[in-house]
C-alpha cells in the first residue's frame, strides 16, 4: 500500500492522511481544531494542495488564537520529518 498513500483523494488530502491505518502513519492531528470563524477547516484542509499552501495553512490561528502548526503537526509536518518522506 506504500505507493498508494502518497495518493491524493477527491477531497485533495493524501491517502497516508485520510487513512493512517492502511498506511501506517500516525495521526496526532487535533480532531477539533478548526480555523477561526470556520469550523468546516481543520486539520484535514491544512494539509490540502500544494506545499507552499499548506505552509501559508499552517499559520492559520482557531478561535482560541491556536496555530495551526501546534494543532496539526502531520499536517504541518512540524515533527521534523516530511509528512510523505516514506512515500516517495
Same mark, same amino acid.
Given at each position: /500500500? ?6 491524493? !483523494? +477527491?477531497?485533495? &488530502? ?5 487513512? /493512517? %491505518? #492502511?498506511? !501506517? @502513519? =500516525?495521526? /496526532? =492531528?487535533? #480532531? @477539533? ?6 469550523? &468546516?477547516?481543520?486539520? #484535514?484542509?491544512?494539509? +490540502?494542495? $500544494?506545499?507552499? &499552501?499548506?505552509?501559508q495553512?499552517?499559520?492559520? %490561528?482557531?478561535? =482560541?488564537? @491556536?496555530? $495551526?502548526?501546534? #494543532?496539526? /503537526?502531520? $499536517?504541518? $509536518?512540524? =515533527?521534523?520529518e516530511?509528512? %510523505?518522506?516514506?512515500?516517495?
Open positions: /500500500p506504500d505507493n498508494r498513500c502518497g495518493i491524493r !483523494g +477527491e477531497d485533495k &488530502t493524501f491517502a497516508a492522511y485520510s487513512c /493512517p %491505518l #492502511a498506511c !501506517g @502513519t =500516525d495521526c /496526532p =492531528d487535533s #480532531a @477539533t481544531w478548526y480555523r477561526s470563524g470556520d469550523p &468546516t477547516k481543520g486539520c #484535514a484542509w491544512v494539509s +490540502e494542495l $500544494a506545499d507552499q &499552501t499548506i505552509n495553512r499552517c499559520n492559520r %490561528l482557531s478561535t =482560541d488564537d @491556536t496555530l $495551526a502548526s501546534m #494543532a496539526c /503537526p502531520m $499536517a504541518c $509536518a512540524t =515533527d521534523g516530511s509528512f %510523505l518522506s516514506k512515500f516517495s
